[in-house]
RNA sequence: GCCGAUUUAGCUUAGCUGGUGGAGCGUGGGACUGUUAAUCCCAAGGUCGUGGGUUCGAGCCCCACAAUCGGCGCCA
């Protein structure tokens, strides 16, 4: 019983007037004494199917009223174009078979009244309730959550064709490490064997030691960060698309960050223009995305527009949220921020040799108040800086060798950056939570189911 | 880590000044020949998050706890 006919062909016309046997969900029923819709759901679309008494006797007809929402069934009968269905097609139902039926007891506990709730702003909000999370892998089946899966799926594959394209290598580094590379206040401890371990919170360190072997790299593997970061924007585990490349400059990565971003804006746009559409997203807005270049910003520029606007910043902060929020409220396209005072970054950044003040790095930042999806620049590369930086941070450099090995031994300029995919995907889907854009979001108080 | 909020039927929620908890969806029964979240009639379904307190009387007032949601910090 190997399916190959899907209901968005169906819906195309390749079936009118065949005789086809479907296989599906129903998603909703209606009608009357002696006629009954069937609205039948696959992962491609769905198609209204009509039973009428007569033609298909008393018994039959019964059945077809008591098959609960979510039933799986096939469904044999005749296709038609009708103006009157949505989609524009209609099945005429001569014969049906319940697969997996739903036990009136437990009828599918999704409703319509659960999948939007808002919130205290009047803002709608998608999936967010607790029961609709505690129901996820229910969820899963809901239109809205096929289909920001669908656009997640054209986004990984973007990326990978994007690298793949120019050259890089995919390389794999492990998800259990002995240290950290950021701060080390939000590592997941793993006993390991009588030793302590912690889930990866980036690919970088072990794909800079790859780096003078492949010279391009990248990935797209799960990152892990315990932070109890309670926002529109943050997992525990997320997908972490990142690069590394010898032989670069700031600049040079910032143009493959740009080129990636914008990549996966325009196989949205050919791939899921169906799915942006039914999101309500407008579709030359992503279009925009697609084709300007993003705009540089230094964080002097940016820090001296803030204070213009009256906001309170400091030289010398990092940008939180809330500035860059401030920011991103006038672009209309995603901006990069470089140049960053070294006192506001870790120690493998490298510092800008025309004025050491600051370091060669870069963040992205979306549009429409989404923030940061990129973090990246050129490492310090010389084993005498990296020694120096070390130092001057005070960062012990015990856990550190391997990393100053790799440059001991031919250190090259080079550099790369880190994707938040969900958070990229969360964007261009126009979603108002990154949970919705991922099958089982983890964050600091879920991760069940 | 900090701040704010919520918790009433399977789900979404109303509940006035403290005085015997209403509705919509879903489910079950019935009606209806083309519906679009179909419609109409009927029914079942609630120890109002947990524990304590105030009161003649608590869904409502007070305290504690819990779960969840949202915002901030941190970041991708």
Request: proline share 5%; aromatic share 10%.
């Amino acid at each position: 019983m190997v399916k190959d006919i899907w209901i968005k062909d169906v819906q195309n016309g390749v079936y009118d007037g065949q005789e086809v046997t479907l296989m599906g969900w129903i998603k909703r029923t209606r009608g009357s004494n002696k006629i009954r819709f069937v609205v039948l759901r696959d992962s491609t679309g769905t198609i209204q199917c009509v039973g009428k008494r007569d033609v298909l006797g008393d018994e039959v007809f019964e059945n077809l009223k008591e098959s609960l929402i979510e039933s799986s069934v096939h469904i044999h009968g005749t296709v038609r174009a009708d103006e009157r269905a949505e989609g524009g097609h209609e099945l005429d139902i001569d014969g049906f078979t319940v697969i997996g039926p739903v036990d009136p007891e437990r009828p599918f506990p999704i409703t319509e009244s659960a999948m939007q709730t808002e919130d205290e702003e009047g803002n709608i909000v998608w999936g967010g309730s607790e029961f609709l999370l505690d129901q996820r892998h229910l969820y899963l089946r809901t239109t809205r959550s096929t289909t920001m899966l669908k656009l997640r799926s054209s986004a990984f594959g973007a990326i990978h064709s994007y690298f793949r394209n120019h050259d890089f290598i995919e390389y794999q580094a492990p998800n259990f490490v002995a240290g950290a590379v950021e701060g080390g206040s939000t590592l997941f401890e793993v006993p390991y064997f009588g030793r302590q371990a912690y889930l990866t919170q980036s690919w970088q360190l072990y794909a800079e030691a790859a780096m003078p072997a492949l010279e391009r790299l990248y990935t797209i593997a799960p990152s892990f960060r315990a932070e109890k970061s309670r926002t529109r924007r943050h997992l525990t585990e997320f997908w972490h698309a990142e690069m590394e490349m010898a032989w670069s400059s700031n600049d040079d990565i910032m143009k493959h960050g740009e080129g990636v971003v914008r990549s996966i804006a325009k196989t949205l746009l050919d791939e899921r223009e169906e799915e942006l559409t039914l999101l309500e997203r407008d579709l030359d807005t992503i279009a925009r995305y697609a084709d300007s270049p993003y705009p540089r910003i230094r964080y002097d520029e940016a820090v001296e527009t803030l204070q213009g606007m009256g906001v309170d910043v400091e030289w010398g902060q990092d940008l939180d949220y809330s500035k860059e929020k401030v920011l991103t409220q006038d672009f209309d396209v995603p901006h990069f921020l470089t140049h960053y005072p070294k006192i506001a970054k870790p120690f493998y950044h490298r510092m800008d040799p025309d004025d050491e003040k600051y370091v060669l790095c870069h963040d992205l930042l979306a549009p429409e108040g989404y923030g940061e999806i990129i973090g990246g620049g050129e490492r310090t590369w010389s084993e005498k800086e990296i020694l120096k930086r070390i130092e001057e941070e005070g960062t012990p450099k015990e856990p550190y060798q391997f990393y100053i090995d790799v440059r001991s031994y031919g250190g090259v300029p080079h550099g790369g950056f880190g994707l938040g995919v969900d958070r990229v995907v969360s964007w261009l889907a126009g979603a108002t939570h990154i949970r919705e854009v991922i099958p089982f979001p983890r964050t600091s108080r879920r991760v069940t189911p």
